[in-house]
């Protein structure tokens, strides 16, 4: 049977990102009664499923970034001996499982996942990518919500949003009294769940001393950085080398 099994032996080396996407989750704001366009609730959900990845999945990511539905988890030691088809099933799965249990779902939910072969240099402009799509995601569900709330229904909204340049969509906002530029930072470029290195005073109970002692922490950052920006790109190339 095993012959049969023609993807199973597809195998990568790291670092990579495993990019997990939220299968259909648009029926979830109406199954929870999620607020639009963006939901505190769900995004800690998502920040929740993000921090058991990384501090509990035995996938060991060095650290996982979400915005939306998405989220992406970067690996320099790959679990499996870097076996695809049995990272990415156990991702999604692993993924679905906390989310479920944080949304208190009582319908199922699925992740898609992928692998994306990376380099340390490539990482940081997978993540500048990423957050860009947070912004365009940001900026568009704004503005759709905007117009469904004025009478549209959404193929409407879509359609004529669609192909509008991202300073026409700040204007139709504006006009709305919305400045998208002073919105959450977690909604405009996401957040990210990393390990850190914390210092914790201690007592040594043979010397009988009080000690400072290293420990490892799961940390979110809501505040993040323009990747893009100088700023963002030592806050990544620190990040990225630490890992």
Request: proline share 4%.
């Amino acid at each position: 049977m095993e012959n049969r099994e023609i993807f199973s032996a597809i195998s990568t080396i790291p670092p990579v990102f495993v990019r997990l996407d939220g299968r259909a989750f648009h029926r979830l704001t109406g199954l929870l009664g999620l607020q639009k366009p963006f939901d505190e609730f769900f995004n800690k959900a998502m920040v929740a499923a993000c921090t058991s990845l990384v501090a509990e999945s035995g996938l060991s990511p060095e650290f996982a970034f979400t915005f939306s539905d998405e989220i992406s988890l970067y690996l320099t030691k790959l679990p499996f001996n870097g076996r695809v088809e049995k990272i990415d099933s156990v991702a999604a799965s692993y993924a679905a499982s906390v989310l479920s249990m944080a949304l208190g779902c009582v319908a199922p939910l699925a992740f898609d996942a992928r692998i994306v072969q990376a380099t340390q240099e490539f990482a940081s402009e997978y993540l500048a990518n990423r957050q860009n799509e947070a912004w365009r995601n940001h900026i568009n569900a704004y503005c759709q919500q905007a117009l469904i709330s004025e009478g549209m229904n959404g193929r409407e909204a879509a359609h004529r949003l669609r192909g509008m340049p991202a300073k026409e969509m700040h204007d139709l906002m504006h006009q709305r009294g919305v400045n998208l530029a002073a919105t959450p930072a977690w909604q405009r470029r996401g957040v990210l769940v990393h390990k850190e290195l914390c210092r914790k005073e201690g007592f040594n109970p043979i010397t009988g001393e009080e000690v400072v002692v290293e420990r490892s922490a799961v940390v979110e950052n809501r505040e993040l950085p323009l990747f893009s920006s100088h700023e963002g790109k030592e806050f990544l190339g620190s990040l990225i080398a630490g890992a």
